[in-house]
């Protein structure tokens, strides 16, 4: 008799195990499973909101607050939450299928012009508008305004410049 208790107590023990092995293994994987991510911080950047989520920086940015890594994907909403975080955004490959021509180009028939070899070097051009604002990729010789002493955009146009 005392075998066949034995023997009930081990194979019961034995089929919760088989049982609650496959559960046990998916929370295994979830938990090792990792995702790519950019997260964007609302003032400077928290590594430690990062690293308190057992997530790894692969990339930081120089002009805004933000890190791109991979972070377990059982703690994403964790991350999500922190006080420090903005955002937290799937960080994926994204793939140019072609190169479209701005309609300005084909307008002006520019693709003449680069035939020709000509450079534009020592060409002044006019440009009749509201005022100019300066620009990086402009430089900018003077201006002439007809309605006041000054040439500077004062209408407030962001064609021109930086936002």
Do not use: C
């Not at 790519?36 to 607050?65: L, R």
């Not at 035939?115 to 010789?141: E, N």
């Amino acid at each position: 008799m005392p075998v066949s208790k034995y023997w009930r107590k081990s194979v019961l023990v034995a089929l919760s195990f088989l049982l609650a092995f496959p559960i046990m293994a998916d929370q295994v994987r979830a938990k090792r499973k990792m995702e790519n991510v950019i997260v964007t911080f609302k003032e400077d950047v928290h590594k430690k909101a990062i690293t308190e989520v057992n997530g790894k920086i692969e990339q930081s940015y120089e002009h805004i607050p933000a890190v791109s890594g991979k972070v377990p994907a059982s703690r994403v909403a964790e991350l999500e939450h922190n006080d420090e975080v903005k955002s937290v955004e799937p960080d994926q490959q994204a793939e140019i299928s072609g190169q479209t021509v701005s309609w300005g180009i084909v307008k002006v028939k520019a693709s003449t012009s680069w035939k020709s070899g000509d450079t534009g070097k020592g060409v002044k051009i006019a440009i009749i508008d509201t005022g100019i604002a300066k620009h990086a990729d402009l430089s900018i010789a003077g201006g002439v305004s007809m309605i006041s002493s000054s040439y500077n955009d004062n209408n407030g146009a962001t064609h021109g410049k930086k936002l």
